[in-house]
């Protein structure tokens, strides 16, 4: 089951009951603690008045017992607030997810856990994820996640490499966006820490937007693989690369890990619905906490 859907089924279901408690039971409850107040009063008249501190003592704690609440009831609405908190942080403010792939190396690694901003690109209603306040969109170079086109219950990281109306080319394991190479420095020996493979790192200039990538020179620049109807759809491929053209309210991803990323060369473009939020900070990595904070 998705967890926003989990986060909103615990609201409801905690919020009706924390309801429930304060117009019908939490009344009771008071109603029995006074009523067990005044009995006691009564039958213990004399040593209240004489001030023992005892009989006060067993009072009080009489009326206490009587104004708990019961265990089922402190585990739902109790909870209420912490759970409806924690939901409309993830939902609307920032969510954390963790990297189970080397697609993003060298920016991102394996065990890195992120957060991401979830209203940069729009306040979106939680679970169904429909825009309904529009504040920004993707730009090139920002790493975002998104739902998979393929299928939208699963959560994707990449980076946006072209907008809407773009044309991407990538031929001989070099990006051009609208017929504009984007510039890299001279290629460096790297070894991936998830595959301790020799890989070759550049540092790539996207629009303005400095970030690594690497590409593993024992692979030719073409697909590895049969890329899907919907990349067909946008996509022109060749032995060396391919050229595609980014539609409107969608955008091309790639992974900085160029040739060990399934990415939108295989199976296409994002459309807007599916945008989660821009990934922008790593807040753990239970192996290298070195790994803590910002990146591009």
């Known amino acids: 089951m998705n967890f926003s859907l989990l986060l909103l089924i ?70 209420f607030w912490v759970i409806l908190l924690v939901f409309l942080f993830r939902s609307f403010a920032y969510e954390p997810f963790r990297i189970p792939s080397g697609s993003m190396l060298p920016t991102l690694h394996v065990g890195d856990f992120i957060l991401v901003n979830k209203f940069e690109y729009g306040i979106r209603l939680p679970v169904a994820n429909k825009k309904v306040i529009a504040l920004g969109s993707p730009k090139r170079g920002d790493v975002i996640v998104f739902r998979y086109p393929v ?15 773009d044309v991407v080319e990538y031929t001989d394991k070099r990006l051009f966006i609208n017929g504009k190479e984007m510039k890299r420095t001279d290629p460096v020996d790297w070894v991936a820490p998830d595959t301790m493979r020799t890989l070759t790192k550049t540092t790539e200039n996207l629009d303005g937007v400095l970030h690594e990538t690497a590409v593993d020179d024992s ?21 060396n690369g391919f050229t595609c053209h980014v539609p409107a309210d969608s955008y091309f991803v790639m992974g900085d890990n160029r040739d060990n990323s399934e990415d939108s060369r295989y199976w296409g473009i994002v459309p807007d619905e599916n945008l989660v939020g821009r990934a922008f900070f790593i807040w753990a990595n239970f192996s290298d906490f070195s790994r803590i904070g910002s990146f591009r």
């Open 151 to 165: 299928d939208p219950s699963y959560d994707y990281i990449k980076r946006v490499v072209g907008i809407p109306g």
């Open 219 to 239: 692979r030719g620049p073409g697909l590895y693989g049969r890329p899907y109807p919907a990349a067909l759809r946008v996509c022109r491929y060749r032995e």
């Open 10 to 79: 615990l609201s409801v279901f905690t919020g009706i009951m924390w309801v429930l408690d304060l117009f019908i039971w939490k009344p009771r409850r008071k109603a029995e603690a006074k009523a067990v107040s005044e009995e006691f009063n009564r039958a213990n008249a004399e040593a209240i008045d004489r001030g023992d501190s005892r009989v006060i003592a067993l009072r009080d704690a009489s009326v206490k017992a009587c104004l708990r609440m019961p265990w089922w009831l402190d585990y739902t609405a109790g909870l």
